[in-house]
């Protein structure tokens, strides 16, 4: 429903789903990460497009002109939107990388090790170590 809409508003955008729930075997939260990939000449545009569709997410870690979070209020599962310009470094974590995880079963268990280790952190925290995991591996 979500990618079909996201389609609709950006017909030239890609999208793909990501994330844990994309990969067999890695341990998730259950949401459902949905990647959104623009030309840097149509990210301003797409940003404004899917802040009329989805709530702004994440707003302390926008990339100015590269990449802009969102999500779904009230859905279930949980519905997070990243997107990104093809090429930069958010379009590689939230792309490349998981291509990479799900074809390696040592970063799994990386990944896995790092939900394991972050159950009980706040959710600042976690997004730290989340994206010190994808620093270092990517």
């Known amino acids: ?3 079909r809409r996201i389609r609709e508003a ?4 890609k999208t ?15 949401d459902v990460d949905i990647h959104v990939r623009v030309e840097a000449s149509s990210f301003e545009a797409a940003r404004d497009i899917v802040s009329n569709l989805y709530e702004p997410f994440h707003v302390d870690a926008w990339s100015a002109g590269e990449s802009a979070f969102f999500f779904a209020p009230g859905s279930r599962p949980a519905i997070e939107i990243a ?3 093809v090429g ?3 379009d590689l974590h939230h792309g490349e990388a998981w291509d990479r995880i799900a074809g390696d079963p ?10 394991r280790r972050c159950a009980n952190v706040s959710p600042g925290e976690y997004d730290v170590a989340k994206r010190a995991f994808f620093y270092d591996n990517f």
């Open 1 to 3: 429903e979500h990618e």
């Open 83 to 85: 997107l990104t310009v």
């Open 16 to 30: 793909r789903h990501r994330g844990g729930t994309s990969v067999p075997g890695v341990l998730t939260s259950g």
């Open 106 to 115: 040592n970063l799994i268990e990386q990944y896995n090790e790092l939900k």
């Open 10 to 13: 950006l017909p030239e955008a």
């Open 88 to 90: 930069s470094l958010d």
